[in-house]
C-alpha cells in the first residue's frame, strides 16, 4: 500500500494497493528501454534481489547492492509500481 508519495509522483496516491516486480529501475535509454523492455536494459536493470542500485549517471552502483523486496516498506520510481485490483 502506497504510504507517501513525492511532490512531482502523478500515478499514485497515499492508499492505492500496491506491488513492485522483480525490478525497480533501468536506465530508460536504451533501444531496448525506449521499447517498453526495461528487463533487457543493455545497462542492467536493477532488481530487487541480488542487484544493484543506479548511479545518477544511470549506470550500475556496484558499491549500493539490493537486498530485497521482501521488506515492509520499499521506495520505488512510480514508473516501477504495479497497481493490484480490489478483490
Known amino acids: 500500500m502506497v504510504s507517501r508519495v513525492g511532490s512531482a509522483i502523478s ?19 536504451c533501444a531496448a528501454c525506449v521499447q517498453g523492455e526495461e528487463q533487457f536494459c543493455v545497462q542492467g536493470m536493477s532488481a530487487t534481489y541480488n542487484g544493484y542500485e543506479r548511479k ?4 550500475l552502483d ?3 547492492p539490493t537486498y530485497g523486496g521482501y521488506s515492509t516498506r520499499i521506495t520505488v520510481d512510480e514508473n516501477y509500481v504495479l497497481r493490484i485490483p480490489a478483490g
Open 11 to 29: 500515478k499514485w496516491k497515499i492508499g492505492d494497493v500496491v506491488g513492485v516486480g522483480c525490478f525497480v529501475d533501468s536506465c530508460r535509454t
Open 56 to 59: 545518477p549517471d544511470g549506470g
Open 62 to 64: 556496484t558499491m549500493r
